[in-house]
C-alpha cells in the first residue's frame, strides 16, 4: 500500500523531530503543466475521508480514494547531481516531460 525506503525514513523522522507529537505526512496530488504528480508536506489534520497508514516510523495520511486510484506508492529519498529530495513512485503515470512553455518551467 504504502512503503518507505530507510534513507527516506532517516530523512522523514529527522524532519519530524522538532515537530509537535501528532504532525503527520500528507501524500496529496500535485497538478502540473507536465500531469499530476504525488507529493507531500507535513499536516496536523486529518478527516474522514483519509486514510492513516504508519510507515518507516512516521504516520502518512492520505485521500482514500485517491489511495485507491495511486496504490501501492513508494516514498524514496534520492541524491543525483540535480540535488537530493524524496522521490514517490505509484501507479500513476509518470508527468511527461517537456512544458508548453506558459507556466515559466
Do not use: H, W, Y
Not at 502540473?32 to 504528480?37: F, L
Not at 507531500?40 to 510507515?55: P, T
Not at 495520511?61 to 485517491?66: A, G, M, Q, T, Y
Amino acid at each position: 500500500m504504502l512503503t518507505v525506503t530507510n534513507k527516506a525514513s532517516e530523512v522523514i523522522l529527522d524532519l519530524l523531530k522538532d515537530k509537535k507529537a501528532g504532525t503527520s505526512i500528507r501524500v496529496f496530488l500535485n497538478a502540473g503543466c507536465s500531469g499530476p504528480s504525488l507529493g507531500m508536506a507535513l499536516d496536523d489534520s486529518k478527516a474522514e475521508a483519509d486514510q492513516v497508514i504508519s510507515a518507516g516510523g512516521a504516520t502518512f495520511v492520505i485521500e482514500k480514494d485517491l489511495l485507491n486510484q495511486v496504490k501501492p506508492i513508494n516514498i524514496d529519498f534520492i541524491t543525483t547531481s540535480q540535488g537530493a529530495g524524496f522521490k514517490l513512485t505509484s501507479s500513476l503515470p509518470q508527468p511527461q516531460s517537456g512544458c508548453c512553455g506558459s507556466c515559466n518551467c
